[in-house]
């Protein structure tokens, strides 16, 4: 028995929770694995998995043993890493995982360079709405956190801060008015992040990348009360996509909101403030090495998003207004 080999296809299948998935995933017959699962169970003489029609479950034993093969797994990985760091072209899977927000709006349209540059790395991405702790089945996970980021059994890369601002469709806004104050609000239909403390009250801070631009003393945060709400969500692309439908006026990162302000599907409402500041990092469980693959796509992402903390795509969109607005004073010249 290649006992290597059985440990690895023991932790894929606790992993996909299925003899068959797992088996899928290894590109390998469902018997095979079942066999090299039974061999590993006779081999250390005691049952690591109960199964069932519909379901595994990990004995005692089973959970002991996955904890210590996982970590001799990483320790072999590492090895090979180590071994073949200087001349290997990077390959293999890299394992992420991303919000729906993130994967659409950002890591869909940048993943095609990083093909070019290692075609023999291949991304498999998991996405769930909330992504806010390090996910120790994946290689990296990016935390979108409105918070300050806590310590704990990770390393974490900041790559970039987005703000929150307050968008709408021009059919919209020609339609029922700009507000030009935080207070002129309350006229609107408004379409908001679901607040699980049930705050109804927003706060708006002036946005210091205009102040800056214009020269200005930066003005004092606004609290005003929330407008009722036409829709409440916690899913940022939900609110994107009933916002481009002419819905009101929602808040969103700018991450979210750039290719359609450079586009001129959606204009900035307020372009004076923002409401919060959204922190993004690439974070990885702690590993003595790491391999090359997902070193070269941590990289990757800092190179792509800047890795420091400010807002690399609402300086985008200010560019893009800005010379657009000049662009027009010469042709109104």
Same mark, same amino acid.
């Given at each position: 028995m290649d006992q290597l080999r059985a440990m690895r296809v023991y932790a894929r299948?606790?992993?996909? @929770?299925? =003899? %068959?998935?797992?088996?899928?995933?290894?590109?390998?017959?469902?018997?095979v694995v079942t066999r090299? *699962?039974?061999? #590993?169970?006779?081999?250390?003489?005691?049952?690591?998995?109960?199964? %069932?029609?519909?379901?595994?479950?990990?004995?005692?034993? @089973?959970?002991?043993?996955?904890?210590r093969a996982t970590r001799i797994l990483a320790d072999v990985e590492d090895a090979e890493t180590m071994a073949n760091l200087e001349t290997?072209?990077?390959?293999?899977?890299?394992?992420?995982?991303?919000?729906?927000? *993130?994967?659409v709006h950002q890591l869909a349209k940048h993943l095609p360079r990083l093909?070019?540059?290692?075609?023999k790395l291949t991304i498999e991405l998991s996405v769930q709405n909330s992504v806010e702790t390090v996910d120790d089945t994946h290689d990296i996970s990016i935390l979108?956190?409105?918070?300050?980021?806590?310590? @704990?059994? =990770?390393?974490a890369r900041l790559l970039a801060q987005s703000e929150m601002i307050t968008c709408a469709t021009p059919n919209y806004l020609n339609r029922r008015g700009r507000p030009t104050e935080p207070q002129e609000l309350m006229g609107h239909e408004w379409l908001l992040p679901f607040s699980p403390d049930g705050n109804k009250e927003t706060t708006f801070q002036f946005c210091p990348l205009r102040a800056a631009a214009q020269g200005i003393k930066a003005k004092k945060p606004v609290t005003c009360e929330q407008p009722p709400m036409a829709l409440s969500t916690p899913h940022w692309d939900t609110? =994107?996509?009933?916002?481009?439908?002419?819905? @009101? *006026?929602?808040? #969103?990162?700018? =991450?979210?909101?750039?290719d359609a302000l450079r586009s001129g599907r959606m204009e900035r409402v307020l372009p004076d403030w923002h409401m919060m500041t959204v922190s993004i990092y690439a974070a990885m469980p702690t590993r003595m090495h790491i391999p090359a693959r997902t070193r070269v796509f941590i990289d990757f992402l800092t190179e792509t998003f800047g890795g420091a903390a400010r807002d690399p795509w609402?300086?985008? *969109?200010?560019?893009?207004a800005m010379a657009a607005n000049d662009q027009s004073m010469k042709v109104s010249a």
């Open positions: 299948v606790v992993e996909e @929770g299925s =003899f %068959t998935k797992a088996a899928d995933h290894l590109n390998l017959a469902p018997a090299l *699962i039974a061999e #590993l169970e006779q081999h250390l003489g005691v049952r690591l998995l109960n199964r %069932t029609t519909r379901s595994l479950a990990l004995t005692q034993a @089973g959970e002991r043993y996955l904890e290997a072209e990077p390959r293999g899977v890299v394992r992420v995982l991303a919000s729906p927000a *993130i994967a093909r070019t540059q290692y075609p979108t956190l409105k918070q300050p980021l806590s310590t @704990g059994n =990770f390393v609110l =994107f996509h009933a916002a481009l439908a002419d819905m @009101g *006026i929602t808040a #969103l990162p700018s =991450f979210v909101a750039e609402l300086r985008s *969109i200010e560019e893009a």
